[in-house]
């Protein structure tokens, strides 16, 4: 198989490519060689503000689930995520990830008002949505308002597997259901899903790829599954550095337009990771915009890094790391390039 000429690969090619590491060098390559070809030597930020841990669903692997009774709670008011919009744009931010737990609290009128505001303020800046399954009327509101994209995991696109990992009142369908639905709205889709989550196959792998070729997403995120002490997955074993690389790669061959995030989890598992990640193909860096107060308390895993760094801190880290492994930081929007 042509590493370049992946996205027409068999299933039982890429089961070979995913489960051997012997192409790991020559897929690192070739991801980053697309990579540079789509996007230079770029790096893209974008400011996350976590502003409720607050969660109606149960998923299994889910630090912030909503049967964790030692979670701490909390929720940002507008103000609180204006100011943290404010301090990520003097530090050069041009697009903000207001990300949180499925929080009935925060009312379709509440988002539109935090949307437009930030939209209003700041108008050469995009305002992302990551805040879960919502209805098509809702996600129309919410773009009209202003908000660009948005970003709704699917996790694992096989429905056994997904049932294995959420209670019976969630479905992998309905999750599909509104990633189609936000395409149609006209926003920028992001998806992605967890490496080495529990019962996962490299078949689950290979379904998650078919799945997203019909999707064709603009941005996907993936990660590995970190286990979080208070859920029922605590003693499941978690992702590996190896195999999320690998992917990433592989994503990047197939979706040669993709913006990839280095993630935060990818740090956690490795100090390297989040460079590991970019010299894979990832191509995006998401630091954390959030009061240092709640950082903590937004833990969807154990043992999340950078919860104690200000904003300008965590800003300079990262550009020193990005700029230690070839690339650089760029202060701009970093919409998909198809």
């Known amino acids: 198989m042509v590493l370049y000429d992946i996205k027409n690969a068999t299933d039982e090619e890429l089961k070979a490519l995913i489960e051997n590491s012997a192409n790991d060098e020559l897929l690192f390559?070739?991801?980053?060689s697309v990579r540079r070809s789509h996007y230079g030597d770029e790096v893209y930020l974008r400011?996350?503000?976590e502003f409720t841990n607050y969660c109606k669903n149960d998923c299994y692997y889910c630090g912030i689930r909503r049967s964790n009774r030692q979670a701490v709670r909390y929720r940002l008011t507008k103000e609180e995520i204006l100011k943290c919009c404010r301090e990520g744009y003097a530090l050069g931010y041009r697009t903000f990830v207001l990300q949180g737990g499925e929080d009935p609290y925060y009312t379709d009128d509440m988002i539109c008002e935090i949307v437009s505001k930030i939209h209003s303020e700041y108008t050469d800046c995009a305002v992302t949505l990551s805040i879960g399954e919502k209805s098509k009327e809702s996600y129309r509101r919410y773009f009209?308002?202003?908000?660009e994209r948005y970003l709704l995991r699917h996790e694992t696109a096989n429905e056994a597997?997904?049932?294995?990992?959420?209670?019976?009142c969630m479905s992998g369908a309905a999750r599909k259901q509104c990633l189609y639905q936000l395409k149609e709205i006209g926003y920028q889709v992001g998806t992605g899903f967890m490496v080495g989550s529990p019962f996962q196959t490299t078949e689950d792998l290979i379904v998650d790829l078919r799945f997203m070729q019909e999707l064709m997403p603009d941005m996907i995120g993936i990660g590995p599954f970190i286990p979080?002490?208070?859920?029922?997955f605590s003693s499941f074993v978690g992702g590996t550095l190896e195999l999320t690389l690998r992917m990433i790669a592989i994503l990047r061959l197939m979706f040669p337009y993709a913006l990839i995030p280095a993630t935060t989890a990818l740090g956690t598992i490795d100090a390297l990771g989040r460079e590991k990640g970019l010299k894979a193909g990832a191509n995006v860096v998401m630091p954390n915009l959030s009061p240092v107060k709640v950082r903590k308390q937004y833990e969807l895993y154990d043992n999340k890094i950078c919860t104690g760094e200000e904003s300008a801190?965590?800003?300079?880290?990262?550009?020193?790391?990005?700029?230690?492994?070839?690339?650089r930081i760029v202060n701009s929007r970093g919409d998909v390039r198809r």
């Open 313 to 327: 801190q965590c800003r300079g880290c990262l550009e020193r790391r990005v700029n230690s492994v070839g690339y």
């Open 47 to 49: 400011g996350l503000i």
């Open 161 to 168: 597997h997904y049932k294995k990992l959420h209670p019976n």
């Open 29 to 32: 390559a070739a991801a980053d």
């Open 144 to 147: 009209d308002a202003g908000a």
């Open 228 to 232: 979080h002490s208070q859920t029922p």
